[in-house]
């Protein structure tokens, strides 16, 4: 826009306001107008493309354990947010199973702790009175054996059978006492490294144990990865799912993307990042602004097409989404070099019809002139520098109106108070 449009519009809204009063007495006169001139422009060749609105991500999300249903608080057409809970499975069984393995590693630990601290004062007190009492015994019975040998040798007054009943238990007490001994070494020592390893090792097993059942439980919640609308529920409380099983489908739609089909003589001229314009029949107003996102590189063998990919922004209302994967819409994609084409202002296109429309008169109009203006259906092209391609019944020269548009009637009687010639980088007088 020119610095002078903001006083050129303050001008033709006094000047509709006056003619707004003109026409409200008997006879009163046209109503005041903006018009511009078709001109003749070179653009890339375009064409316009059936396309079809598609979701930016799909998911089927099903149940990554089997289970029965006991919440469901979705319904198709809810919107959900990342991680929102699409289903909730019965947990009583595996939490049983959680319980008791924190029971078994609670066990597992304590054993650990015991070996970790080692031996208590007490025990080792405790090993050496019993190593004490054993060399006590041990001592008492190899001095009883000495004195019964020396009495069998001299005098003769003892068995065969208590000599060597002596013996042996002299020997005994020899064993117990070294038993006592190795008792105490052992608990002034304390537990074997190897040992405490070993009870690590089963600490640490049954801590994976727990954690693997407490990342199952996680997947008796089904819930979904990313910002989005539910289009089809497929469980209800109660059901039973098998793993694998469905139980909805996410579509995200904050942005949308256009499946056209191409013909691969045109895939050279389409150029990703490059701008384009949307038409959705089932949405009034103005086309969308898309951009080009890639083209699939590989084609249909019958009809020998490519998918290309338009990416556009949703509109995301009260009411819903705007645009909803599966409608239908027509996207102008560039097809070969530079062409001349007749061009108008932006403004001077109606939407809201059957098709895209504008208001024209003769050529040969001028400013401060009264004409009847007719209604000329258009098919759009291309858009640069505020200006679009139109085809459709209109020549280079001729005037459309582009402001004060919007109520005309065909063949309606307007003055033309401002007459601009749009030009490439904008409109000259």
């Not at 006492?177 to 020592?189: F, R």
Request: proline share 7%; net charge negative; aromatic share 2%.
């Amino acid at each position: 826009m020119s610095h002078s449009q903001p006083l050129r519009l303050v001008a033709l809204v006094a000047a509709l306001l006056s003619g707004a009063a003109a026409q409200a007495q008997p006879g009163g006169g046209a109503p005041p107008v903006i018009a511009a001139r078709a001109v003749e422009q070179e653009v890339m060749d375009s064409r316009s493309f059936v396309g079809t609105v598609v979701p930016v991500k799909r998911a089927v999300v099903g149940s990554a354990v089997a289970g029965r249903v006991v919440e469901c608080p979705i319904e198709a057409g809810d919107r959900v947010e990342r991680m929102a809970e699409l289903a909730q499975l019965l947990t009583e069984t595996i939490s049983l199973e959680i319980a008791s393995a924190e029971g078994e590693l609670s066990l597992r630990q304590q054993q650990l702790a015991e070996l970790e601290n080692g031996t208590r004062p007490e025990e080792i007190k405790q090993a050496l009175a019993k190593m004490q009492a054993a060399e006590a015994r041990r001592d008492f019975l190899a001095a009883r054996r000495d004195r019964l040998a020396t009495i069998a040798k001299t005098r003769g007054a003892i068995t065969e059978d208590e000599l060597q009943e002596a013996r042996a238990n002299a020997s005994e007490a020899e064993q117990i006492y070294l038993e006592a001994q190795a008792a105490h070494e052992l608990a002034v020592a304390g537990p074997r490294e190897e040992v405490i390893a070993q009870y690590r090792a089963q600490v640490q097993m049954q801590q994976a144990v727990v954690e693997r059942l407490k990342d199952q439980r996680k997947k008796y919640t089904v819930t979904t990865k990313f910002d989005g609308y539910v289009v089809a529920k497929h469980t209800e409380i109660g059901a039973w799912l098998n793993q694998g099983d469905p139980v909805a489908e996410v579509v995200a739609i904050d942005e949308v993307d256009i499946d056209v089909k191409v013909g691969e003589q045109s895939l050279p001229f389409i150029r990703p990042g490059e701008p384009v314009q949307v038409v959705v029949p089932a949405l009034p107003g103005p086309p969308l602004e898309g951009k080009i996102l890639a083209t699939v590189p590989q084609g249909d063998l019958r009809t020998r097409t490519f998918s290309v990919k338009v990416r556009l922004p949703n509109q995301i209302t009260d009411d819903g989404p705007l645009l909803k994967p599966g409608m239908y819409a027509r996207v102008t994609l560039p097809i070969g070099g530079r062409v001349v084409a007749t061009m108008v202002p932006k403004d001077a296109i109606i939407h809201g019809g059957a098709s895209p429309m504008l208001f024209a008169a003769d050529a040969t109009t001028g400013v401060g002139q009264t004409v009847k203006v007719r209604p000329v259906p258009v098919e759009m092209g291309v858009a640069e520098d505020g200006l679009t391609q139109v085809t459709g019944q209109l020549r280079p020269g001729e005037v459309v109106i582009t402001h004060g548009n919007e109520r005309l009637r065909p063949g309606q009687e307007v003055t033309i108070t401002e007459l601009d010639a749009p030009a490439r980088g904008g409109a000259s007088r």
